[in-house]
Structure formats: C-alpha cells, structure tokens
C-alpha cells in the first residue's frame, strides 16, 4: 500500500514539474497586456505551491521506509526534485524579466506609434477641413448661380405673366365691344321684326278693307233691289 501512494505522489509531482515548465515556457513568450503575465505568476505559484506539498509528502514517506535503502532512495529523489524545484524558480524569475523587458518595449513603441498617429491624423484632419471648405464654397457658388437662374426665370415668368395679363384685358374689352354690338344687333333684329309684322297687319287690313269694299261695290251692282 505504501508502494502505491509513493508511486501516485511522484506521478503528480512530475505533473506539477511539467505544468510549471510549461507556463514558464508561456511566461517567457508572454509581450502583454500586464494582466496576462499576471494571471500566469499566479497559475505558476499555485503549482508550486501543490508540488511543494507533494516533495515534503514524498520526503515523509521515505522516512516511514522500513528499508533503509528505500529510505535512502526516496530521500535521494527528494533531493532530487528539490533542487529541480529551484531551477524552475529561476527559470521563473528570468522569464518574468523577460516578459516586463518585452512589455515595456511594446508599451514605448505603441507611445511612439501614438505619437505618429497622431501627427498623421492631424494632418488628415487639416487635409479634410481644407476639403471641406472647399466643398462648402463650391456648394455655395451652385447655390448662388442656381438661385441666379431662379430669379432670371422668375423675371421673365413676370414678363409673361405680364403680357398676357395684357393681352386678357384686350380680349376682354373686345368681348365686351362685341358683346355690346350683338346686344344692339339683337334690339335691332326684334324691331325690325316688330315692325314687319306690324307691316304685314297693316297690309292684310287693307286687303280686308279693299276686297270688302269690291264686294259692296259688286253687291251694288248686280243686285241693285236688295
């Protein structure tokens, strides 16, 4: 049984060696933001805080070894994974070095590129004010030469407006000359009409009165005794 529990303790103390190694590795290659490289600083000191553990785990079995060269021997190892322990803790703080030396550096350039950038958009923005100023003052002369057109159209829509105002007035003075010519033309007509069946009356009594008179004349004569 103690054979299995020594065995299970150096499968995770191998574990923990190879998961700090490996962010280690992660560490080294770490160029930012700051809160990467610190969230892997504390993976990694938790993992050496778990194989801690496990060596003095280890170290206490071998010295509840019966045998006392298994004891030897797991003191051995111990030893072993220690001094192991402590090269990744160097590796550690030289790969933290490197990664704030790399930080920095991309922090200084992106100061500089802001800077640059800067410039540049200063000068893009100059450059767009000036066209659109220009634009805004070539919008204004269409505006200017479009109302031009307006009023020019205007003028002459006023000019026409004008001339046939004129031109209705005439008309109607002369419906009105005309209107008054057909009106006496009409009075004419119904007076002459008047007059020839006044005419025609006249001219029909005389008839009467003259085949009237015939008829007494002849009466006279050919019947003198009625």
Known sequence: MADV??????????KYDLEIKALIQDISECTGPQSELTELN??????????RQRIQDLEQMGREQDKESDKLALLKEVEAHRKQMLSNQTAWRKANLASNLAIDKLEKEELLDDGGTTARQRKLTKESLAQTSSDITESLMSISRMMSQQVQQSEETISTLA???????ETNEEFKTMTGTIQLGRKLI?????????DKLLIFLALALFLATVLYILKKRLFPFL
């Not at 504390?42 to 194989?51: A, M, P, Y």
């Open 42 to 51: 504390c993976k990694v000191k938790d993992r050496f805080s778990r194989l």
């Open 190 to 198: 119904t007076k002459y009409n008047r007059r020839e069946l006044t």
């Open 5 to 14: 529990h020594v065995r299970i303790c150096e499968q995770e103390i191998i």
């Open 163 to 169: 001339t046939s105002s004129r031109t209705v007035l």
